[in-house]
T-cell receptor, first 112, second 116 residues
Framework: GESVGLHLPTLSVQEGDNSIINCAYSNSASDYFIWYKQESGKGPQFIIDIRSNMDKRQGQRVTVLLNKTVKHLSLQIAATQPGDSAVYFCAETWGQGGKLIFGQGTELSVKP | GAVVSQHPSRVICKSGTSVKIECRSLDFQATTMFWYRQFPKQSLMLMATSNEGSKATYEQGVEKDKFLINHASLTLSTLTVTSAHPEDSSFYIC????????????FGPGTRLLVL
């Protein structure tokens, strides 16, 4: 079936550097995408979202880019901090109140 | 706002017993809640969609008689794992949708189930 996948299962960065986490999706009907952060033993925490009619959205230290042509999503974290260490999931959905399909996740490790 | 709680946070039970997990939306009403299961180092897998006042919709491969879902009010959904076995040990997470124009789901803190 269709699924959302990630290119990199693990990512290690130096504190202060920028991080880029990538995600490929395959459902062309998806119109809403979300990035979640999950710390060990906790539920996913909403980071940022983007609708399919946009190609970029910025938050505080985070930016999500959407390329519908190649069905690619990325999360950029500026000035990565140790507190950013976690697993990051992209998720896609379509319609209103639709179910989320999660990608496999990328574990981000920030070295001090 | 948009806080979702789960109870218990962790539970250990004997094989063959049933375990009930509660999911509550604390500051909003949720007509729809979702139940996920997550094994170590893996992604979240949707088990079922819980609809207030109606039957849950289960994903393919999820046994509805084993994972009983009840969504009796706009703030509470329960998942009961019946006749639990060691392979049911997992991290169970619920999410709730406020039902507004946005589709963002808010997740609970998860319940760690260990079946001995």
């Amino acid at each position: 079936g269709e699924s959302v996948g990630l290119h990199l299962p693990t990512l290690s960065v130096q504190e202060g550097d920028n991080s880029i986490i990538n995600c490929a999706y395959s459902n062309s009907a998806s119109d809403y995408f979300i990035w979640y952060k999950q710390e060990s033993g906790k539920g996913p925490q909403f980071i940022i979202d983007i609708r399919s009619n946009m190609d970029k959205r910025q938050g505080q230290r985070v930016t999500v880019l959407l390329n519908k042509t190649v069905k690619h999503l990325s999360l950029q974290i500026a000035a990565t901090q140790p507190g950013d260490s976690a697993v990051y999931f992209c998720a896609e959905t379509w319609g209103q109140g639709g179910k989320l399909i999660f990608g496999q996740g990328t574990e981000l490790s920030v070295k001090p | 706002g948009a806080v979702v709680s789960q109870h218990p946070s962790r539970v250990i039970c004997k094989s063959g017993t049933s375990v009930k997990i509660e999911c509550r939306s604390l500051d909003f009403q949720a007509t729809t809640m979702f139940w996920y299961r997550q094994f170590p180092k893996q992604s979240l897998m949707l088990m079922a969609t819980s609809n207030e006042g109606s039957k849950a919709t289960y994903e393919q491969g999820v046994e509805k008689d084993k994972f009983l879902i009840n969504h009796a009010s706009l703030t509470l959904s329960t998942l009961t794992v019946t006749s639990a076995h060691p392979e049911d040990s997992s991290f169970y997470i619920c999410s709730a949708n406020p039902g507004t124009t946005q589709e963002t789901q808010y997740f609970g803190p998860g319940t760690r189930l260990l079946v001995l």
